[in-house]
């Protein structure tokens, strides 16, 4: 039966079939974007099934007719019919990317891949990629509004995508369990090193969790290349941000921003070294990064330092001097983070005693620079996702928190990578490739 139809397979019908189901995935999104993050009411989130699909403001439902995707807040003009309460056009924009994505899934996997695989292996590539990009937008657009990528979505995606990238033919065993193990391993250190160079928090575990979701399905090629790009669009953004915020921020907010860019574009020349085979490339953009992100965080003000400033304590005694043990934690930290990214390069460079060595001594040492600091000197534990945020800061007072997050650029980046790999594999002379 599959042979019957393979010839319509490349017709404009079965396009628009991709679109329409696309965006039938896309009006689901919208569910899963606005009940799953935590909210004061639901800390835990809400079911994506029940209730059913119904106005936020008067709660009355939504009748099946109103409720088709892009036509549906077209046609109403994107309020609802019975108390026109006005509805975001963000569901216009997920159901559109959706719908478009899953088309240029199946013109990717169908008619490209046509004189490469059979029919029925094609179809499966197509089930994986359309798959693959419903969570690259879902995770996307929660990140946008709530700054959260949550467990409940990366953690059954690091297994699922791991599972089902079995199914391709070109995947070893080991290729998504490296690939997921490097994607969350790489930003944990990176963070940790942070942290202990600067003694503040880096960076968070959610895009941790993406980068292993990525690795999961498309490898340490993909986790690689998802920071590569992701670091130059937000390098891109970031630039954007600061010339628009330069007159109404202050010379220390435009001091941390300019750091901030910076380090993202070092992040990037570290990535391409990566991918190129540039060892020296790689390791300088990385120290360079590092660098420019521990000074950057020195140099910007906090908000608690300056509320206590304003308020007279009573003098503490000095703390015991540890300046020592400190200075060695650091160095110890420092070069854990170079043998860590070194084991990156060499595994994608094909010599696995190597990477396996440079990262398990990295590890080592940074472990044994963490037991080197004192406890009390450590970060207070992170607020849970069920616990509501506070309002965060304009965007314009400090770039080096947060306030862009990283995760969309890199589930674009990957999104890229995902339909450009031969492309890339070509024009990067990616090991293996």
Known sequence: MLRDLEPLATSWGAYAFAVFLGLLWGSFANVCIYRWPPTPEFPRGRSVVLPGSHCFACKTPIRWYDNTPLLSWLWLRGKCRTCKAPFSGRYLIVEGLTGLLFGLAWWFTISVGTYFEPFDHRLIRFAIYAAFCFVMVVIAFIDIDHKLILDKLTLPSIAI????????????????????????????????????????????LGDSKLLAVIGALLGIRGVVASLFGGALLGAVI??????????????????????????????????????????????????????????????????????????????????????????????????????????????????????????????GLLLLAKRLVPVSAEPEAEVTQSAPEAEPAPVETSLMRTELPFGPFLALAALFYLFAEPWILLNFHLPGG
């Not at 921020?249 to 993202?264: E, L, N, T, Y």
């Open 238 to 363: 970031g630039i954007i941000v600061l010339l628009r915020g330069q007159q109404a921020s202050g010379p220390a907010s435009r001091r941390s921003a300019v750091f901030a860019v910076i380090a993202v574009a070092s992040v990037a020349v570290a990535s391409y070294g990566a991918l190129t085979n540039r060892v020296v490339i790689g390791a300088v953009g990385s120290v360079l990064a590092l660098a420019v992100l521990v000074i950057g965080r020195r140099l910007e003000p906090d908000a608690e330092d300056d509320a206590a400033a304003r308020v007279e304590e009573p003098e503490l005694p000095e703390p015991e001097d540890r300046s020592g043990t400190e200075l060695a934690a650091r160095v110890l930290a420092l070069v854990a983070g170079i043998l860590v990214l070194f084991a990156v390069t060499f595994q994608l460079l094909g010599a696995w005693p190597i990477a396996l060595g440079a990262g398990l001594l990295g590890i």
């Open 161 to 204: 995508f791991y599972a089902l990238s079995f199914l391709l033919p070109e995947h070893h065993w080991y290729d998504g369990l490296i690939g997921a193990v490097v994607g969350y391993g790489l930003p944990w250190t990176i963070g940790e090193v942070y942290w202990l160079l600067s003694n503040r928090d880096g960076l968070g």
